[in-house]
């Protein structure tokens, strides 16, 4: 293990000295594959919707999300500040370039991006950034059944999302016998939209900060098959209650 560490520190040197002199960029395809690496997460459950396809074309709109998808399902609330530190810009910087991308294949995932983006900012309590780009998300014009919808194993990093994860495998554990299982890893029901997860992270921020609800928060929540919507819908009433207060 010592070994390991030390081995660690001196990539992370490198990588250091090669960003600051230019030689490497943060999209650098050995740099998302170190920290990948090392923060690395034991994956239990996965999405039975979200496993797309690799592409390793960086002119690919969708490289960049696919990239992003892989350095955030490393996230949890096991990993450090240290290692969230690392991978937040590799994942904050994928997620910007995606929106970038003038293509037919970025606009109907831009919400998506956007509430990543978001939870990125709200797990750094960086609430003013995070209410735009929720806000933007809820918005959105674009039709319901043409969105992207988000992963949910991709959000564990967000406590009430992976306590969600959690209580939705036991739950799958106890109760179905017939509970899939494809090397030893569950899969799950993960599918969250972008509009309800944008509610959710900006009650969140409303009702801590005691503020009005007049930016739309908690509004006009439309139905859905989604279970991980419904879960997460059941934490923001509590929270629209409560502003209404």
Request: aromatic residues 12%; charged residues 20%; contains cysteine.
């Given at each position: 293990?010592?070994?390991?560490?030390?081995?660690?520190?001196?990539?992370?040197l490198q990588f250091a000295y090669s960003l600051s002199t230019g030689e490497i960029s943060w999209d650098c395809n050995l740099l998302v594959e170190f920290a990948n690496d090392i923060s690395s997460q034991s994956k239990i459950t996965r999405s039975q919707y979200h496993n797309f396809p690799k592409t390793y074309r960086p002119q690919s709109s969708r490289y960049h999300l696919i990239q992003a998808h892989s350095l955030m399902e490393n996230l949890a609330g096991l990993n450090n500040n240290s290692e969230?530190?690392?991978?937040?810009?590799?994942?904050k910087e994928f997620l910007r370039k995606f929106l970038e991308a003038d293509s037919s294949e970025s606009k109907c995932v831009t919400s998506a991006a956007l509430a990543y983006l978001a939870a990125f900012y709200f797990a750094s309590e960086e609430y003013k950034q995070t209410i735009q780009f929720c806000s933007?998300?809820?918005?959105?014009?674009?039709?319901?059944?043409?969105?992207e919808t988000l992963n949910a194993g991709c959000l564990l990093f967000i406590d009430?999302?992976?306590?969600?994860?959690g209580l939705c495998a036991l739950h799958k554990k106890i109760i179905d016998n017939n509970l899939l299982y494809v090397g030893r890893k569950i899969y799950l029901?993960?599918?969250?939209?972008?509009?309800?997860?944008?509610?959710?992270l900006g009650l969140s921020i409303l009702s801590t900060e005691s503020r009005s609800t007049n930016l739309g928060f908690g509004r006009d929540l439309y139905d859905s098959s989604?279970?991980?919507?419904?879960?997460?819908?059941?934490?923001?009433?509590?929270?629209c209650r409560l502003l209404l207060k």
């Open positions: 293990m010592c070994f390991k560490y030390y081995a660690c520190l001196l990539y992370s969230f530190q690392l991978v937040s810009p590799r994942s933007t998300v809820i918005t959105d014009q674009t039709a319901q059944e043409e969105k009430d999302i992976a306590r969600i994860v029901e993960l599918r969250l939209s972008p509009e309800v997860f944008a509610h959710y989604f279970p991980m919507d419904n879960n997460v819908k059941a934490l923001i009433m509590p929270k």
